[in-house]
């Protein structure tokens, strides 16, 4: 019995071997490429999640190419970049991302060029060109744009016998307290961590300031800075902002200002939607001007950008992400995606189209090519982290030391 | 040949028996080896690593640098939040914990009586240990906002908040009372817990004990104090130690409530810990090495402690 058992496990081995050499055998000519697409989610619900505009692409792409399915996955927005980034520490790479990009994954070589991905990179907008590149070679697609901008609300404004909106820190100060009065928040502050990068740069800009100086160099700590974190201190301690900034996210602040509750924000195009969503306001009872400066209305601004970007994984999978860029970044795409969202595309030919479909959003647009834009040091990943977590606490006594704890993070790299 | 048969026999049995005794010997393996493998590899292993990552320099995306000796833990010793997030630690666990423990006695006692009602009673306390600590801590969020909270609508319909979107109204935007606030949805987590383990020791203690203490005119405190105290202290024990460490290694309420904010000041070393991984893993690694040692301290203690109440017992 026992030495019959043998043969028989034997062939029962053998067999297995030989099934499962058929099936892997033949699995290869057969099986789809699978590409894993994870998209920040711009919506801000159910109705209008990013799932949705991401999907139609992919069955439309899928329905065109046959061998290769794109499965999807949104993230929320705040998670995004700490779902990125634990997919990459545990070695689960997706193929491609939207959001934000780092230039430290192009550092660790995992990304793939965007001339190995891409037919026509000459289309991706100029203006962001340096922001997607690492070591002269660029690796980040722009996908979607945006420009920030002051948004106030008119019916405050008028109540408060406003003319019109703040063009200096000061008249922004006394336009603040004026529409505190009447009980509502003057001017929103979202310092927490969602997006408090963003906030404070417009700020320092406001006084000549910035994370960087013109040759890279950084300057978080510099005199500048600590006056402009000085005024806002002095903004909220007089209880002209929402209470508390550095606790408050831009989310709710934005969905503050569509209730009719804030006077002055800064605030991006994305804004549009949530004010016509909330129905408070008509389109007459809110207007947008330049970024307040210390002096004078900036005749510049924050330009920000979310990018398309490609990981190498195991290589094998080129010649279908290249596809499915080309086919993503089509001008019906990216016009689709604006019209969403209300912001506004990345590649030079969706811009021009959607300039025609959008003229409301011209103006945006044509104030990105000259807009201040984030480092694109791959340190920016930490010490936009520690920016978020910690500005907020520089509203108070003294703002120094909390600038020399970032500008001690940016000078000691990764 | 009784002599050779003698000697044949221990080299029979030196070639023969030890395998069947090592085979015996081993046999317990079988059943007990699962475990042991699991332990290793759920329990050990990851401590292993975590110890051997505390010492290597990784950069924020994974990649492994090289050692770093002790430098993460310089890194770490040197964070200027660092002491308030160790108080604070503290603070917490000796707050959520006592004040847990203290209600917990209270709930069990009342829970241990007839009364009508009590089989609903005892239902409705489970409803705070069933529900995801996740949702109540978002619940509470928002219960508290500045804006339009639940919790804020009622003051101000009480006439006891003047007005929204104040420090008053804020909560969760300053650390003393967003921190208070988290330690109140700590403790009412860990309530039904704590009252359903004293609960169990209350109805374990025969009532002969109690008969004889009334007999003796024991008045009610002295028999609480004298008695059900006593004899509940293993039950108590159980609860306050799993309480500790459940409560030190908290993270949903801080992370949901406030993510620690403003800047660190309303971070535990546990949340404090899940922050540095965001930028810097191996000192993020060294901070769980500290977590790590802190338990293990506080595990001995109460060892040590039960080991020293249950003698005279």
Partial sequence: MRIARRPIALAGASAALALSLAVFGTAPARADTVLNLVAADYGTGPSDTSQIYWQKIADAFHAANPTITVKVQTVNWNDFDTKIQTMVQNRQYPDITEGDYFSNYAQEGLLYKVSDVMTDPSNLMPAFTKLGSYGGAQYGMPFTTSSRTLFYNKKLFAQAGLAGPPKTWDELYTDAGKIEALGKIGYGMPLGPEEAQAETLLWFLGNGGGYQNASGQWVINSPQNVETLEFMTKLVKAGYTEPNPGTKNRAAILEQFAQGQIGIINGITALIPIIKTAGVLTDSDWGTAAITGKTGPLDTTLGVCDFMAAFKTDGSKQAAIKKFVDFALQDKYQIAFSEEYNLLPGTTSGAAAFSKVDPQLAPFMAALPKAVQYPNDPVWAQVKVQIQQIIGTAIGPDPKPVLDTIQETALKGS | ?313
Avoid at chain 2, 276 to 304: C, D, P
């Fill in chain 2, 1 to 313: 040949m009784s002599i050779s048969a003698a000697r044949d026999e221990p080299v029979v049995a030196r070639t023969r028996r030890p395998p069947l005794k090592l085979a015996a010997r081993l046999a317990p393996l079988v059943w007990v080896g699962p475990a042991m493998a699991l332990i290793v590899v759920v329990v050990l292993w990851p401590v292993v690593i975590m110890i051997e990552t505390a010492f290597q320099h990784i950069s924020p995306d994974g990649f492994i640098l090289g050692w770093a000796g002790w430098r993460n833990f310089v890194y770490l010793w040197e964070e200027p939040d660092l002491p308030g997030i160790l108080i604070r630690t503290g603070i917490w666990v000796g707050t959520v914990v006592v004040g847990t423990m203290l209600i917990s006695l209270a709930l069990a006692q009342l829970f241990n009586q007839k009364f009508p009602g009590r089989r609903f009673a005892r239902w409705a306390l489970i409803a705070p240990w069933a529900a995801s600590v996740v949702m109540t801590a978002i619940v509470f969020r928002w219960a508290l906002d500045a804006n339009n909270g639940i919790i804020n609508v009622v003051l101000y319909d009480l006439g006891l908040l003047h007005r929204f979107n104040t420090d008053a109204a804020d909560w969760l935007g300053t650390p003393g009372s967003a921190f208070a606030w988290m330690i109140v949805v700590a403790i009412y987590v860990s309530v039904p817990f704590s009252t359903y383990a004293l609960l169990a020791g209350l109805q374990g203690i025969p009532s002969d004990v109690y008969e004889a203490a009334r007999v003796d005119g024991a008045g009610a405190w002295r028999t609480y104090f004298k008695i059900t105290l006593p004899l509940l202290r293993p039950a108590f024990i159980v609860a306050l130690l799993i309480n500790v460490m459940n409560v030190f290694n908290s993270f949903p309420i801080i992370w949901e409530m406030t993510r620690g904010g403003p800047g660190h000041q309303t971070s535990t070393t546990t949340t404090f810990m899940y922050q540095l991984k965001e930028s810097y893993i191996g000192e993020s690694a060294a901070m769980s090495v500290v977590n790590f040692g802190l338990v293990v301290v506080i595990v001995a203690i109460y060892l040590r402690a039960t080991v020293w109440n249950r003698e005279p017992v």
